[in-house]
């Protein structure tokens, strides 16, 4: 399983890491990218900037939206791809749809046949086991009212990004609510996962809590 978890996607910090991910040359490269985390969102320069990053690299990019797909369609839609990249927005709104359209089921899937995950904020978040990082701070509002946090469990830790030093607290207060690991990410960061491998792009200063291990 490869994934690709990031808090604003491929930065200069991390391009490097992701190049290696995707092992062909990224001309060669198609991205399926799903803005639909930022639907109920008012501003959305992130989904423009998110695609120049991936056309910035060479890479072509054809956009899906979750809230007219359905499992059958999405997998044929998703198949071409080499990398999937699920941007940010509204993580509950985000997490809400992924279960409707079967994304969620589609992912592991395709993800099993050698197709790379690409999370951006919101999109790293439902790869966690759950969604509960979005409570512990106040500007991802649970406006749908979704009371099933659980997520697509890619991966067996939770994630805080666009970390910087004033959500110290807040941090520290959220993990005492949780028995799973976490790690913080800031925007020149993003976990790697490459099958049992789990490393660190950026700067290598991680913040962790309960336990969270990178590779050896």
């Known amino acids: 399983m490869k994934l690709f978890l990031s808090s604003a996607g491929i930065q200069p910090e991390t391009k490097q890491a992701f190049l290696d991910l995707i092992e062909k ?3 060669d490269c198609k991205v399926a990218f799903i803005p639909t985390g930022a639907d109920p969102q008012e501003k959305k320069q992130h989904v423009q900037r998110t695609i120049d ?14 809230k007219i797909e359905n499992e059958q369609s999405l997998y044929e839609k998703l198949s071409p791809a080499d990398a999937i990249c699920v941007n940010g927005g509204n993580t509950f709104y985000l997490l809400d749809w992924v279960k409707k359209s079967g994304f969620d089921k589609v992912a592991k899937r395709l993800l099993n046949e050698g197709k790379i995950y690409f999370g ?14 979005s409570n512990w701070r106040n500007h991802d509002n ?3 009212d979704l009371k099933d946090l659980s997520a697509m469990n ?3 830790f939770l994630m805080f990004v666009h970390y910087s030093q004033e959500w110290i607290e807040t941090v ?7 028995q799973l690991p976490v790690v913080v990410l800031t925007d020149k960061q993003a976990i790697v996962v490459n099958g049992d491998k789990i490393s660190l792009a950026g700067p290598q200063e991680v913040l962790t809590f309960n336990n969270f291990k990178l590779s050896q």
Not at 53 to 66: H, R, T
Not at 122 to 133: K, L, N, Q, R
Not at 172 to 178: F, I, L, P, Q, V
């Open 172 to 178: 520290e207060d959220g993990y005492k609510t949780t």
């Open 142 to 144: 649970n406006t749908i």
């Open 120 to 133: 951006i904020s919101a999109g790293s978040y439902i790869a966690c086991p759950t969604i509960e990082v």
């Open 53 to 66: 990053q991936i056309e910035d690299l060479g890479m072509s990019l054809f956009k899906v939206d979750l």
């Open 154 to 156: 890619l991966v067996d």
């Open 25 to 27: 040359d990224p001309k």
